[in-house]
């Protein structure tokens, strides 16, 4: 029997059992091998170790962000718009085959759009080029996940679902759990000071260690955690990834439901046909990458306004040091800052780990 057989199997044991106190171990333990599962049947072809032709692209500039979305909902044409690259569009679907980068500059950064395939239904189960675009959409700093705003609501559940089943979890925090496998002394649970766990018990988390074969693991839980965020956390592969959701096509709906679809949580209503709240789309990209520009100044002179180094929020004066030279570390003595980070009105002398906020100019002194 192979991996996407035994898949629907114990899917269909999962949709025959009822769902109560006395079964809800079975069905954890069902979660659990679910889980193990589908991972197998997403890792990459130990033959071929490519993912798909078209799909290897080089990671490039400050941040990588990924279309996705069902077929012919204007991720071309988005692509198209916002950078300078030509993604082949048409009105049909399956224009796109292969992932097509392009490169948007703002604020003196440079952001990789991804233009993938469409994701069709069952992509998580192998079918379509869904292996390829999970692969690469994993490696994404932000999934932009484009939706038809003419269509059925159901599309995004139905994506949701699919990235969902490979290991992407859309706008979630990583479970607050540590694992530490060891060579004896059986399976130690600690919960953090004051904590009670009311969706996962002790014995359930032992059930489903043993049933990954692991006897001897020590583990903290410093949150009240789910069973699938449990087996998350085992599987350690699940990728924790921000998502916009991007609204397009709202020239063909009410203005009721376009305010409707605009008042949603991290969304964005849009037109490519008519450019229709581009600008609005790219400053949200923008704020999700959590993107900081740090100008540097030379000593005596004025800040250099133009080049502008684009690090994470969370930043330090290390990795400002890196972006300007990778050798810059080495002779680092230490950095004068001026701007939203120093405690003072002009400047803050500081060290490699000092926090750098956005807009902030630094000068660096070397030994």
């Known amino acids: ?65 990924v279309l996705i979305g069902f077929p012919s909902v204007g991720k071309s044409t988005l692509l198209s718009s916002i950078t300078e690259t030509e993604s082949e569009t048409a009105a049909y679907e399956y224009t796109t085959l292969t992932a097509i980068p392009g490169v948007l500059e703002y604020e ?48 995004r559940p139905l994506l949701e679902k699919e990235l969902e089943d490979v290991g992407i979890r859309l706008n979630q925090n990583k479970p607050d759990v540590v694992l530490k496998k ?13 904590l009670t766990l009311t969706k996962i018990d002790e014995k359930m988390i032992r059930s489903i260690l043993q049933g990954y074969k692991i006897h001897n693991c020590d583990v903290m839980i410093r949150e009240d955690i789910t069973v699938d ?10 990728k924790y990834v921000p998502c916009l959701y991007v609204y397009n096509k709202i020239d063909g709906i009410s203005m009721e439901e376009m305010d409707r679809l605009a008042n949603e949580p991290r969304s964005v209503v849009i037109s490519c046909n008519l450019n229709l709240n581009l600008d609005y789309l790219i400053e949200r990209l923008w704020e ?21 180094i684009v690090v994470r929020r969370g930043a ?23 701007g939203k980070s120093s405690k003072f009105p002009l400047a803050q002398k500081v060290g490699l780990n000092h926090l750098v906020a956005n807009d902030d100019v630094v000068t660096i002194f070397t030994r």
């Open 1 to 65: 029997m192979g991996v996407a057989e035994k898949i629907k199997e114990v899917e269909a044991e999962m949709a025959r059992t009822q769902k109560n106190k006395a079964t809800e171990y079975h069905i954890g333990l069902l979660r659990a091998k679910l889980a193990k599962l589908r991972m197998q049947l997403l890792e990459p072809d130990k033959k071929g170790g490519k993912s798909g032709e078209g799909f290897d692209v080089m990671k490039s500039g400050n941040a990588r962000v």
């Open 108 to 155: 003196g950064a440079r952001i990789q759009l991804l233009d993938l395939p469409g994701i069709i239904e069952g992509a998580a189960q192998g079918r379509g080029r869904g292996r390829q675009v999970v692969s690469v959409a994993k490696t994404a700093d932000l999934v932009m996940m484009m939706l038809d705003a003419t269509k059925s609501a159901q599309q």
């Open 182 to 194: 060891k060579s004896g002394g059986g399976i130690v649970v600690t919960k953090a000071m004051g």
């Open 229 to 238: 965020q449990f087996i998350d956390v085992l599987l350690g592969n699940r």
């Open 288 to 308: 999700e990458l959590n993107l900081n520009r740090i100008y540097t100044k030379k000593r005596g002179q004025h800040p250099d306004l133009k080049d502008p």
């Open 316 to 338: 330090t004066i290390e990795h400002v040091c890196h972006g300007v030279h990778r050798a810059l570390v080495d002779k680092f003595a230490y950095a004068m800052v001026y």
